[in-house]
């Protein structure tokens, strides 16, 4: 028995607006008081909490940063961070001045207000605090603070090359991620989705990942829904993720997790 869904956000549960759909919200308030539903996301906590409002479960705990930070009753249960030294390695080699947006819990500094902050403010609703990467390693430096993510996006040739010489020099400590030709999202390499699920279930929920429903779209997805009992990939998905989940459902953009959620809960 299904006793937990989780959900990732961008490309499984929003429509072409990058929001919820009424659809949506009607489905996940009809099941709310059934089952718990997380929303699992590589965003920043500020970036999801509208959308858990939105869906009617905003007591609800939350996984941010692909599974860096977690938080139940708004309090930080767990918290993977890029330490201070390798954030500040990771500027020094940006030597093509790559826009390089670094987030600390819910602080988004952004280098410059340029097209990806844009970009990145019409998909999370979220302002980022205008500063360069010096400055902010000032404020930090005092406490050794570290990065939950930092967000390189630029030209794509010039981010492929970043990635491969990050991947060379740091592959033990580092988790790349490729979301789009023009974005690494740079990680701990100790953090992922299915870990902060683990984690939840055994401390929060006391029952098996057998007992998990997930949805997902894209390779960050792909270890929590092989680890599921029911693992979701949406129509838009990509081939891999697919490959390894129990069922395909709708696009994204179609509701397809709407749809399905709707079908399957009526046969309970």
């Not at 609800?60 to 938080?71: E, K, S």
């Not at 201070?84 to 500094?109: C, R, T």
Request: proline share 3%; hydrophobic share 35%.
């Amino acid at each position: 028995m299904i006793k937990l869904i989780c959900s990732d956000i961008d490309g499984t549960l929003l429509n072409t607006e990058r929001e919820v759909s009424n659809k949506t919200k009607v489905e996940f308030h009809n099941i709310k008081h059934k089952l718990p539903i997380i929303l699992i996301s590589s965003r920043m906590p500020a970036a999801m909490r509208h959308l858990q409002k939105d869906l009617g479960i905003e007591n609800l705990p939350l996984v941010a940063y692909n599974g860096g930070l977690i938080l139940v009753d708004n309090e930080v249960r767990q918290s993977s961070t890029l330490s201070f030294e390798l954030v500040e390695k990771i500027i020094e080699l940006n030597k093509d001045n790559l826009h390089l947006s670094l987030y600390q819990e819910d602080k988004w500094y952004a280098p410059r207000q340029d097209q990806w902050t844009n970009r990145e403010i019409n998909n999370t609703k979220v302002n980022p605090e205008i500063k360069n990467n010096k400055e902010v390693l000032d404020l930090w430096e005092p406490k050794q603070a570290g990065a939950h993510k930092i967000m390189c996006m630029g030209d794509p040739s010039l981010v492929n090359d970043f990635y491969t010489l990050l991947s060379g020099k740091f592959s033990n400590d580092l988790h790349l991620y490729r979301s789009k030709d023009t974005y690494i999202e740079i990680a701990p390499k100790q953090i992922s989705k299915r870990s902060a699920i683990e984690y939840l279930i055994s401390s929060e929920y006391k029952f098996e990942f057998s007992q998990v429903m997930s949805f997902g779209d894209n390779y960050n997805d792909i270890e929590m829904l092989k680890a599921s009992g029911l693992g979701l990939a949406v129509g838009n998905a990509k081939e891999e993720v697919k490959a390894v989940a129990n069922k395909i459902i709708g696009d994204a953009k179609k509701d397809g997790v709407a749809e399905f959620l709707s079908h399957y809960f009526k046969t309970q």
